[in-house]
């Protein structure tokens, strides 16, 4: 039987995503912060198409939080409960708008959320991984400062971890909350392929895919955004004009179906270390931002990466080195 753990598996994308592993025969260990909501979906993928169904309290803002995460995935194995992981799906993500926030460790929050979560995550799960799992980062095309999607929300700039952490604090530069985002997503893809990089280093048949949902709507995306934007993003005239200027638009069924199709159809079994977008009803690999392929910031933002997490939950990473 197979068996994927997917971060917001609750609502939006993720939840579509769900519904279609769930329709296939897959156990799920759905994991995200409200253990309440996602009973509901729980309860209703089980009954539906008889899937067992595992809850798991994670909020990808706090690293400790994630720790104790993977801990009690590494229990449920010991005991049987769930089987090895065959693919892990890090879907959970947000943008932040208003005054900058700060994560429980104290940094700042979109960054948090969006990559160190997703970093110590992936890493504490590879014990619990099968041989051939894929590793699955949900990121945005608002990466890319070329794209119309990046110029939208606000081009990318350098990704420094140890300057993206601290966004904001001692008199540091602040960005806006676009800026914030789409770079955060910039580093989501770095780090998928710099992870493929050190897999296949060290041997091993584990993939990683970055995975671009395309402009959604009826996500949570805009929850942050003024009831104007999000009026108007929800229209059928607002993605005709995104398509029309080169936006990359979808709906919620066909980018959460996308992403189950990438953890479990046979078709992706041998790709790893792209970049996959789901755009008007194709879903196609494509070019991500030429930053993303500079091997040298790869490599900076993994060790920088790491050493936050080591400053914030000491000891809690050790594959990633």
């Known amino acids: 039987m197979t068996t994927v753990l997917i971060t917001g598996g609750h609502s939006g994308i993720g939840l579509a995503a769900a519904r279609e592993l769930a329709g296939a025969g897959v156990d799920l260990v759905l994991a995200g912060r409200s253990p309440e909501r996602m009973q509901q979906i729980a309860d209703e993928l089980t009954a539906d198409h008889g899937v067992t169904v595992a809850l798991l309290r994670l909020d990808t803002s706090s690293l400790a939080s994630v ?22 799906l890090c879907n959970a993500g947000g943008r932040h708008d208003g005054p900058i926030g700060y994560s429980t460790e104290g940094y700042e929050l979109t960054f948090a959320t969006n990559h160190l979560g997703n970093v110590l995550l992936v890493d504490l799960l590879r014990p619990h991984l099968s041989a051939a799992a894929r590793v699955i980062v949900t990121a945005s095309g608002t990466h890319d400062p070329d794209s119309v999607d990046g110029r939208l929300v606000g081009a990318a700039v350098e990704p420094d971890a140890t300057v993206l952490a601290m966004v904001g604090k001692n008199s540091a530069e602040t960005l806006s909350a676009g800026k914030r985002y789409s770079t955060s997503k910039m580093c989501s893809v770095m780090f998928i392929y710099e992870l493929d990089r050190r897999l296949r280093a060290q041997g091993s048949a584990v993939h990683a895919i970055a995975f671009d949902p395309g402009q959604v709507p009826e996500t949570g995306f805009l929850r942050d955004m003024p009831r104007i934007v999000q009026r108007i993003a929800t229209t059928s005239l607002f993605g005709w004009i995104s398509k029309r200027i080169g936006g990359v638009v979808s709906d919620v069924a066909f980018s959460g179906g996308s992403l189950a199709r990438l953890a479990i159809d046979p078709e992706f079994a041998d790709r790893t270390g792209e970049y996959f977008q789901a755009n008007d009803g194709v879903l196609s690999a494509v070019r991500s931002a030429t930053l993303t392929y500079d091997r040298r910031r790869a490599a900076k933002l993994w060790d920088d990466s790491i050493a936050l997490i080591d400053r914030a939950v000491p000891g809690a990473i050790a594959a990633a080195r």
């Open 67 to 88: 720790r104790e995460a993977a801990a009690e995935v590494g229990r449920w194995r010991e005991a049987g409960a769930i089987a090895e992981l065959d693919a892990v």
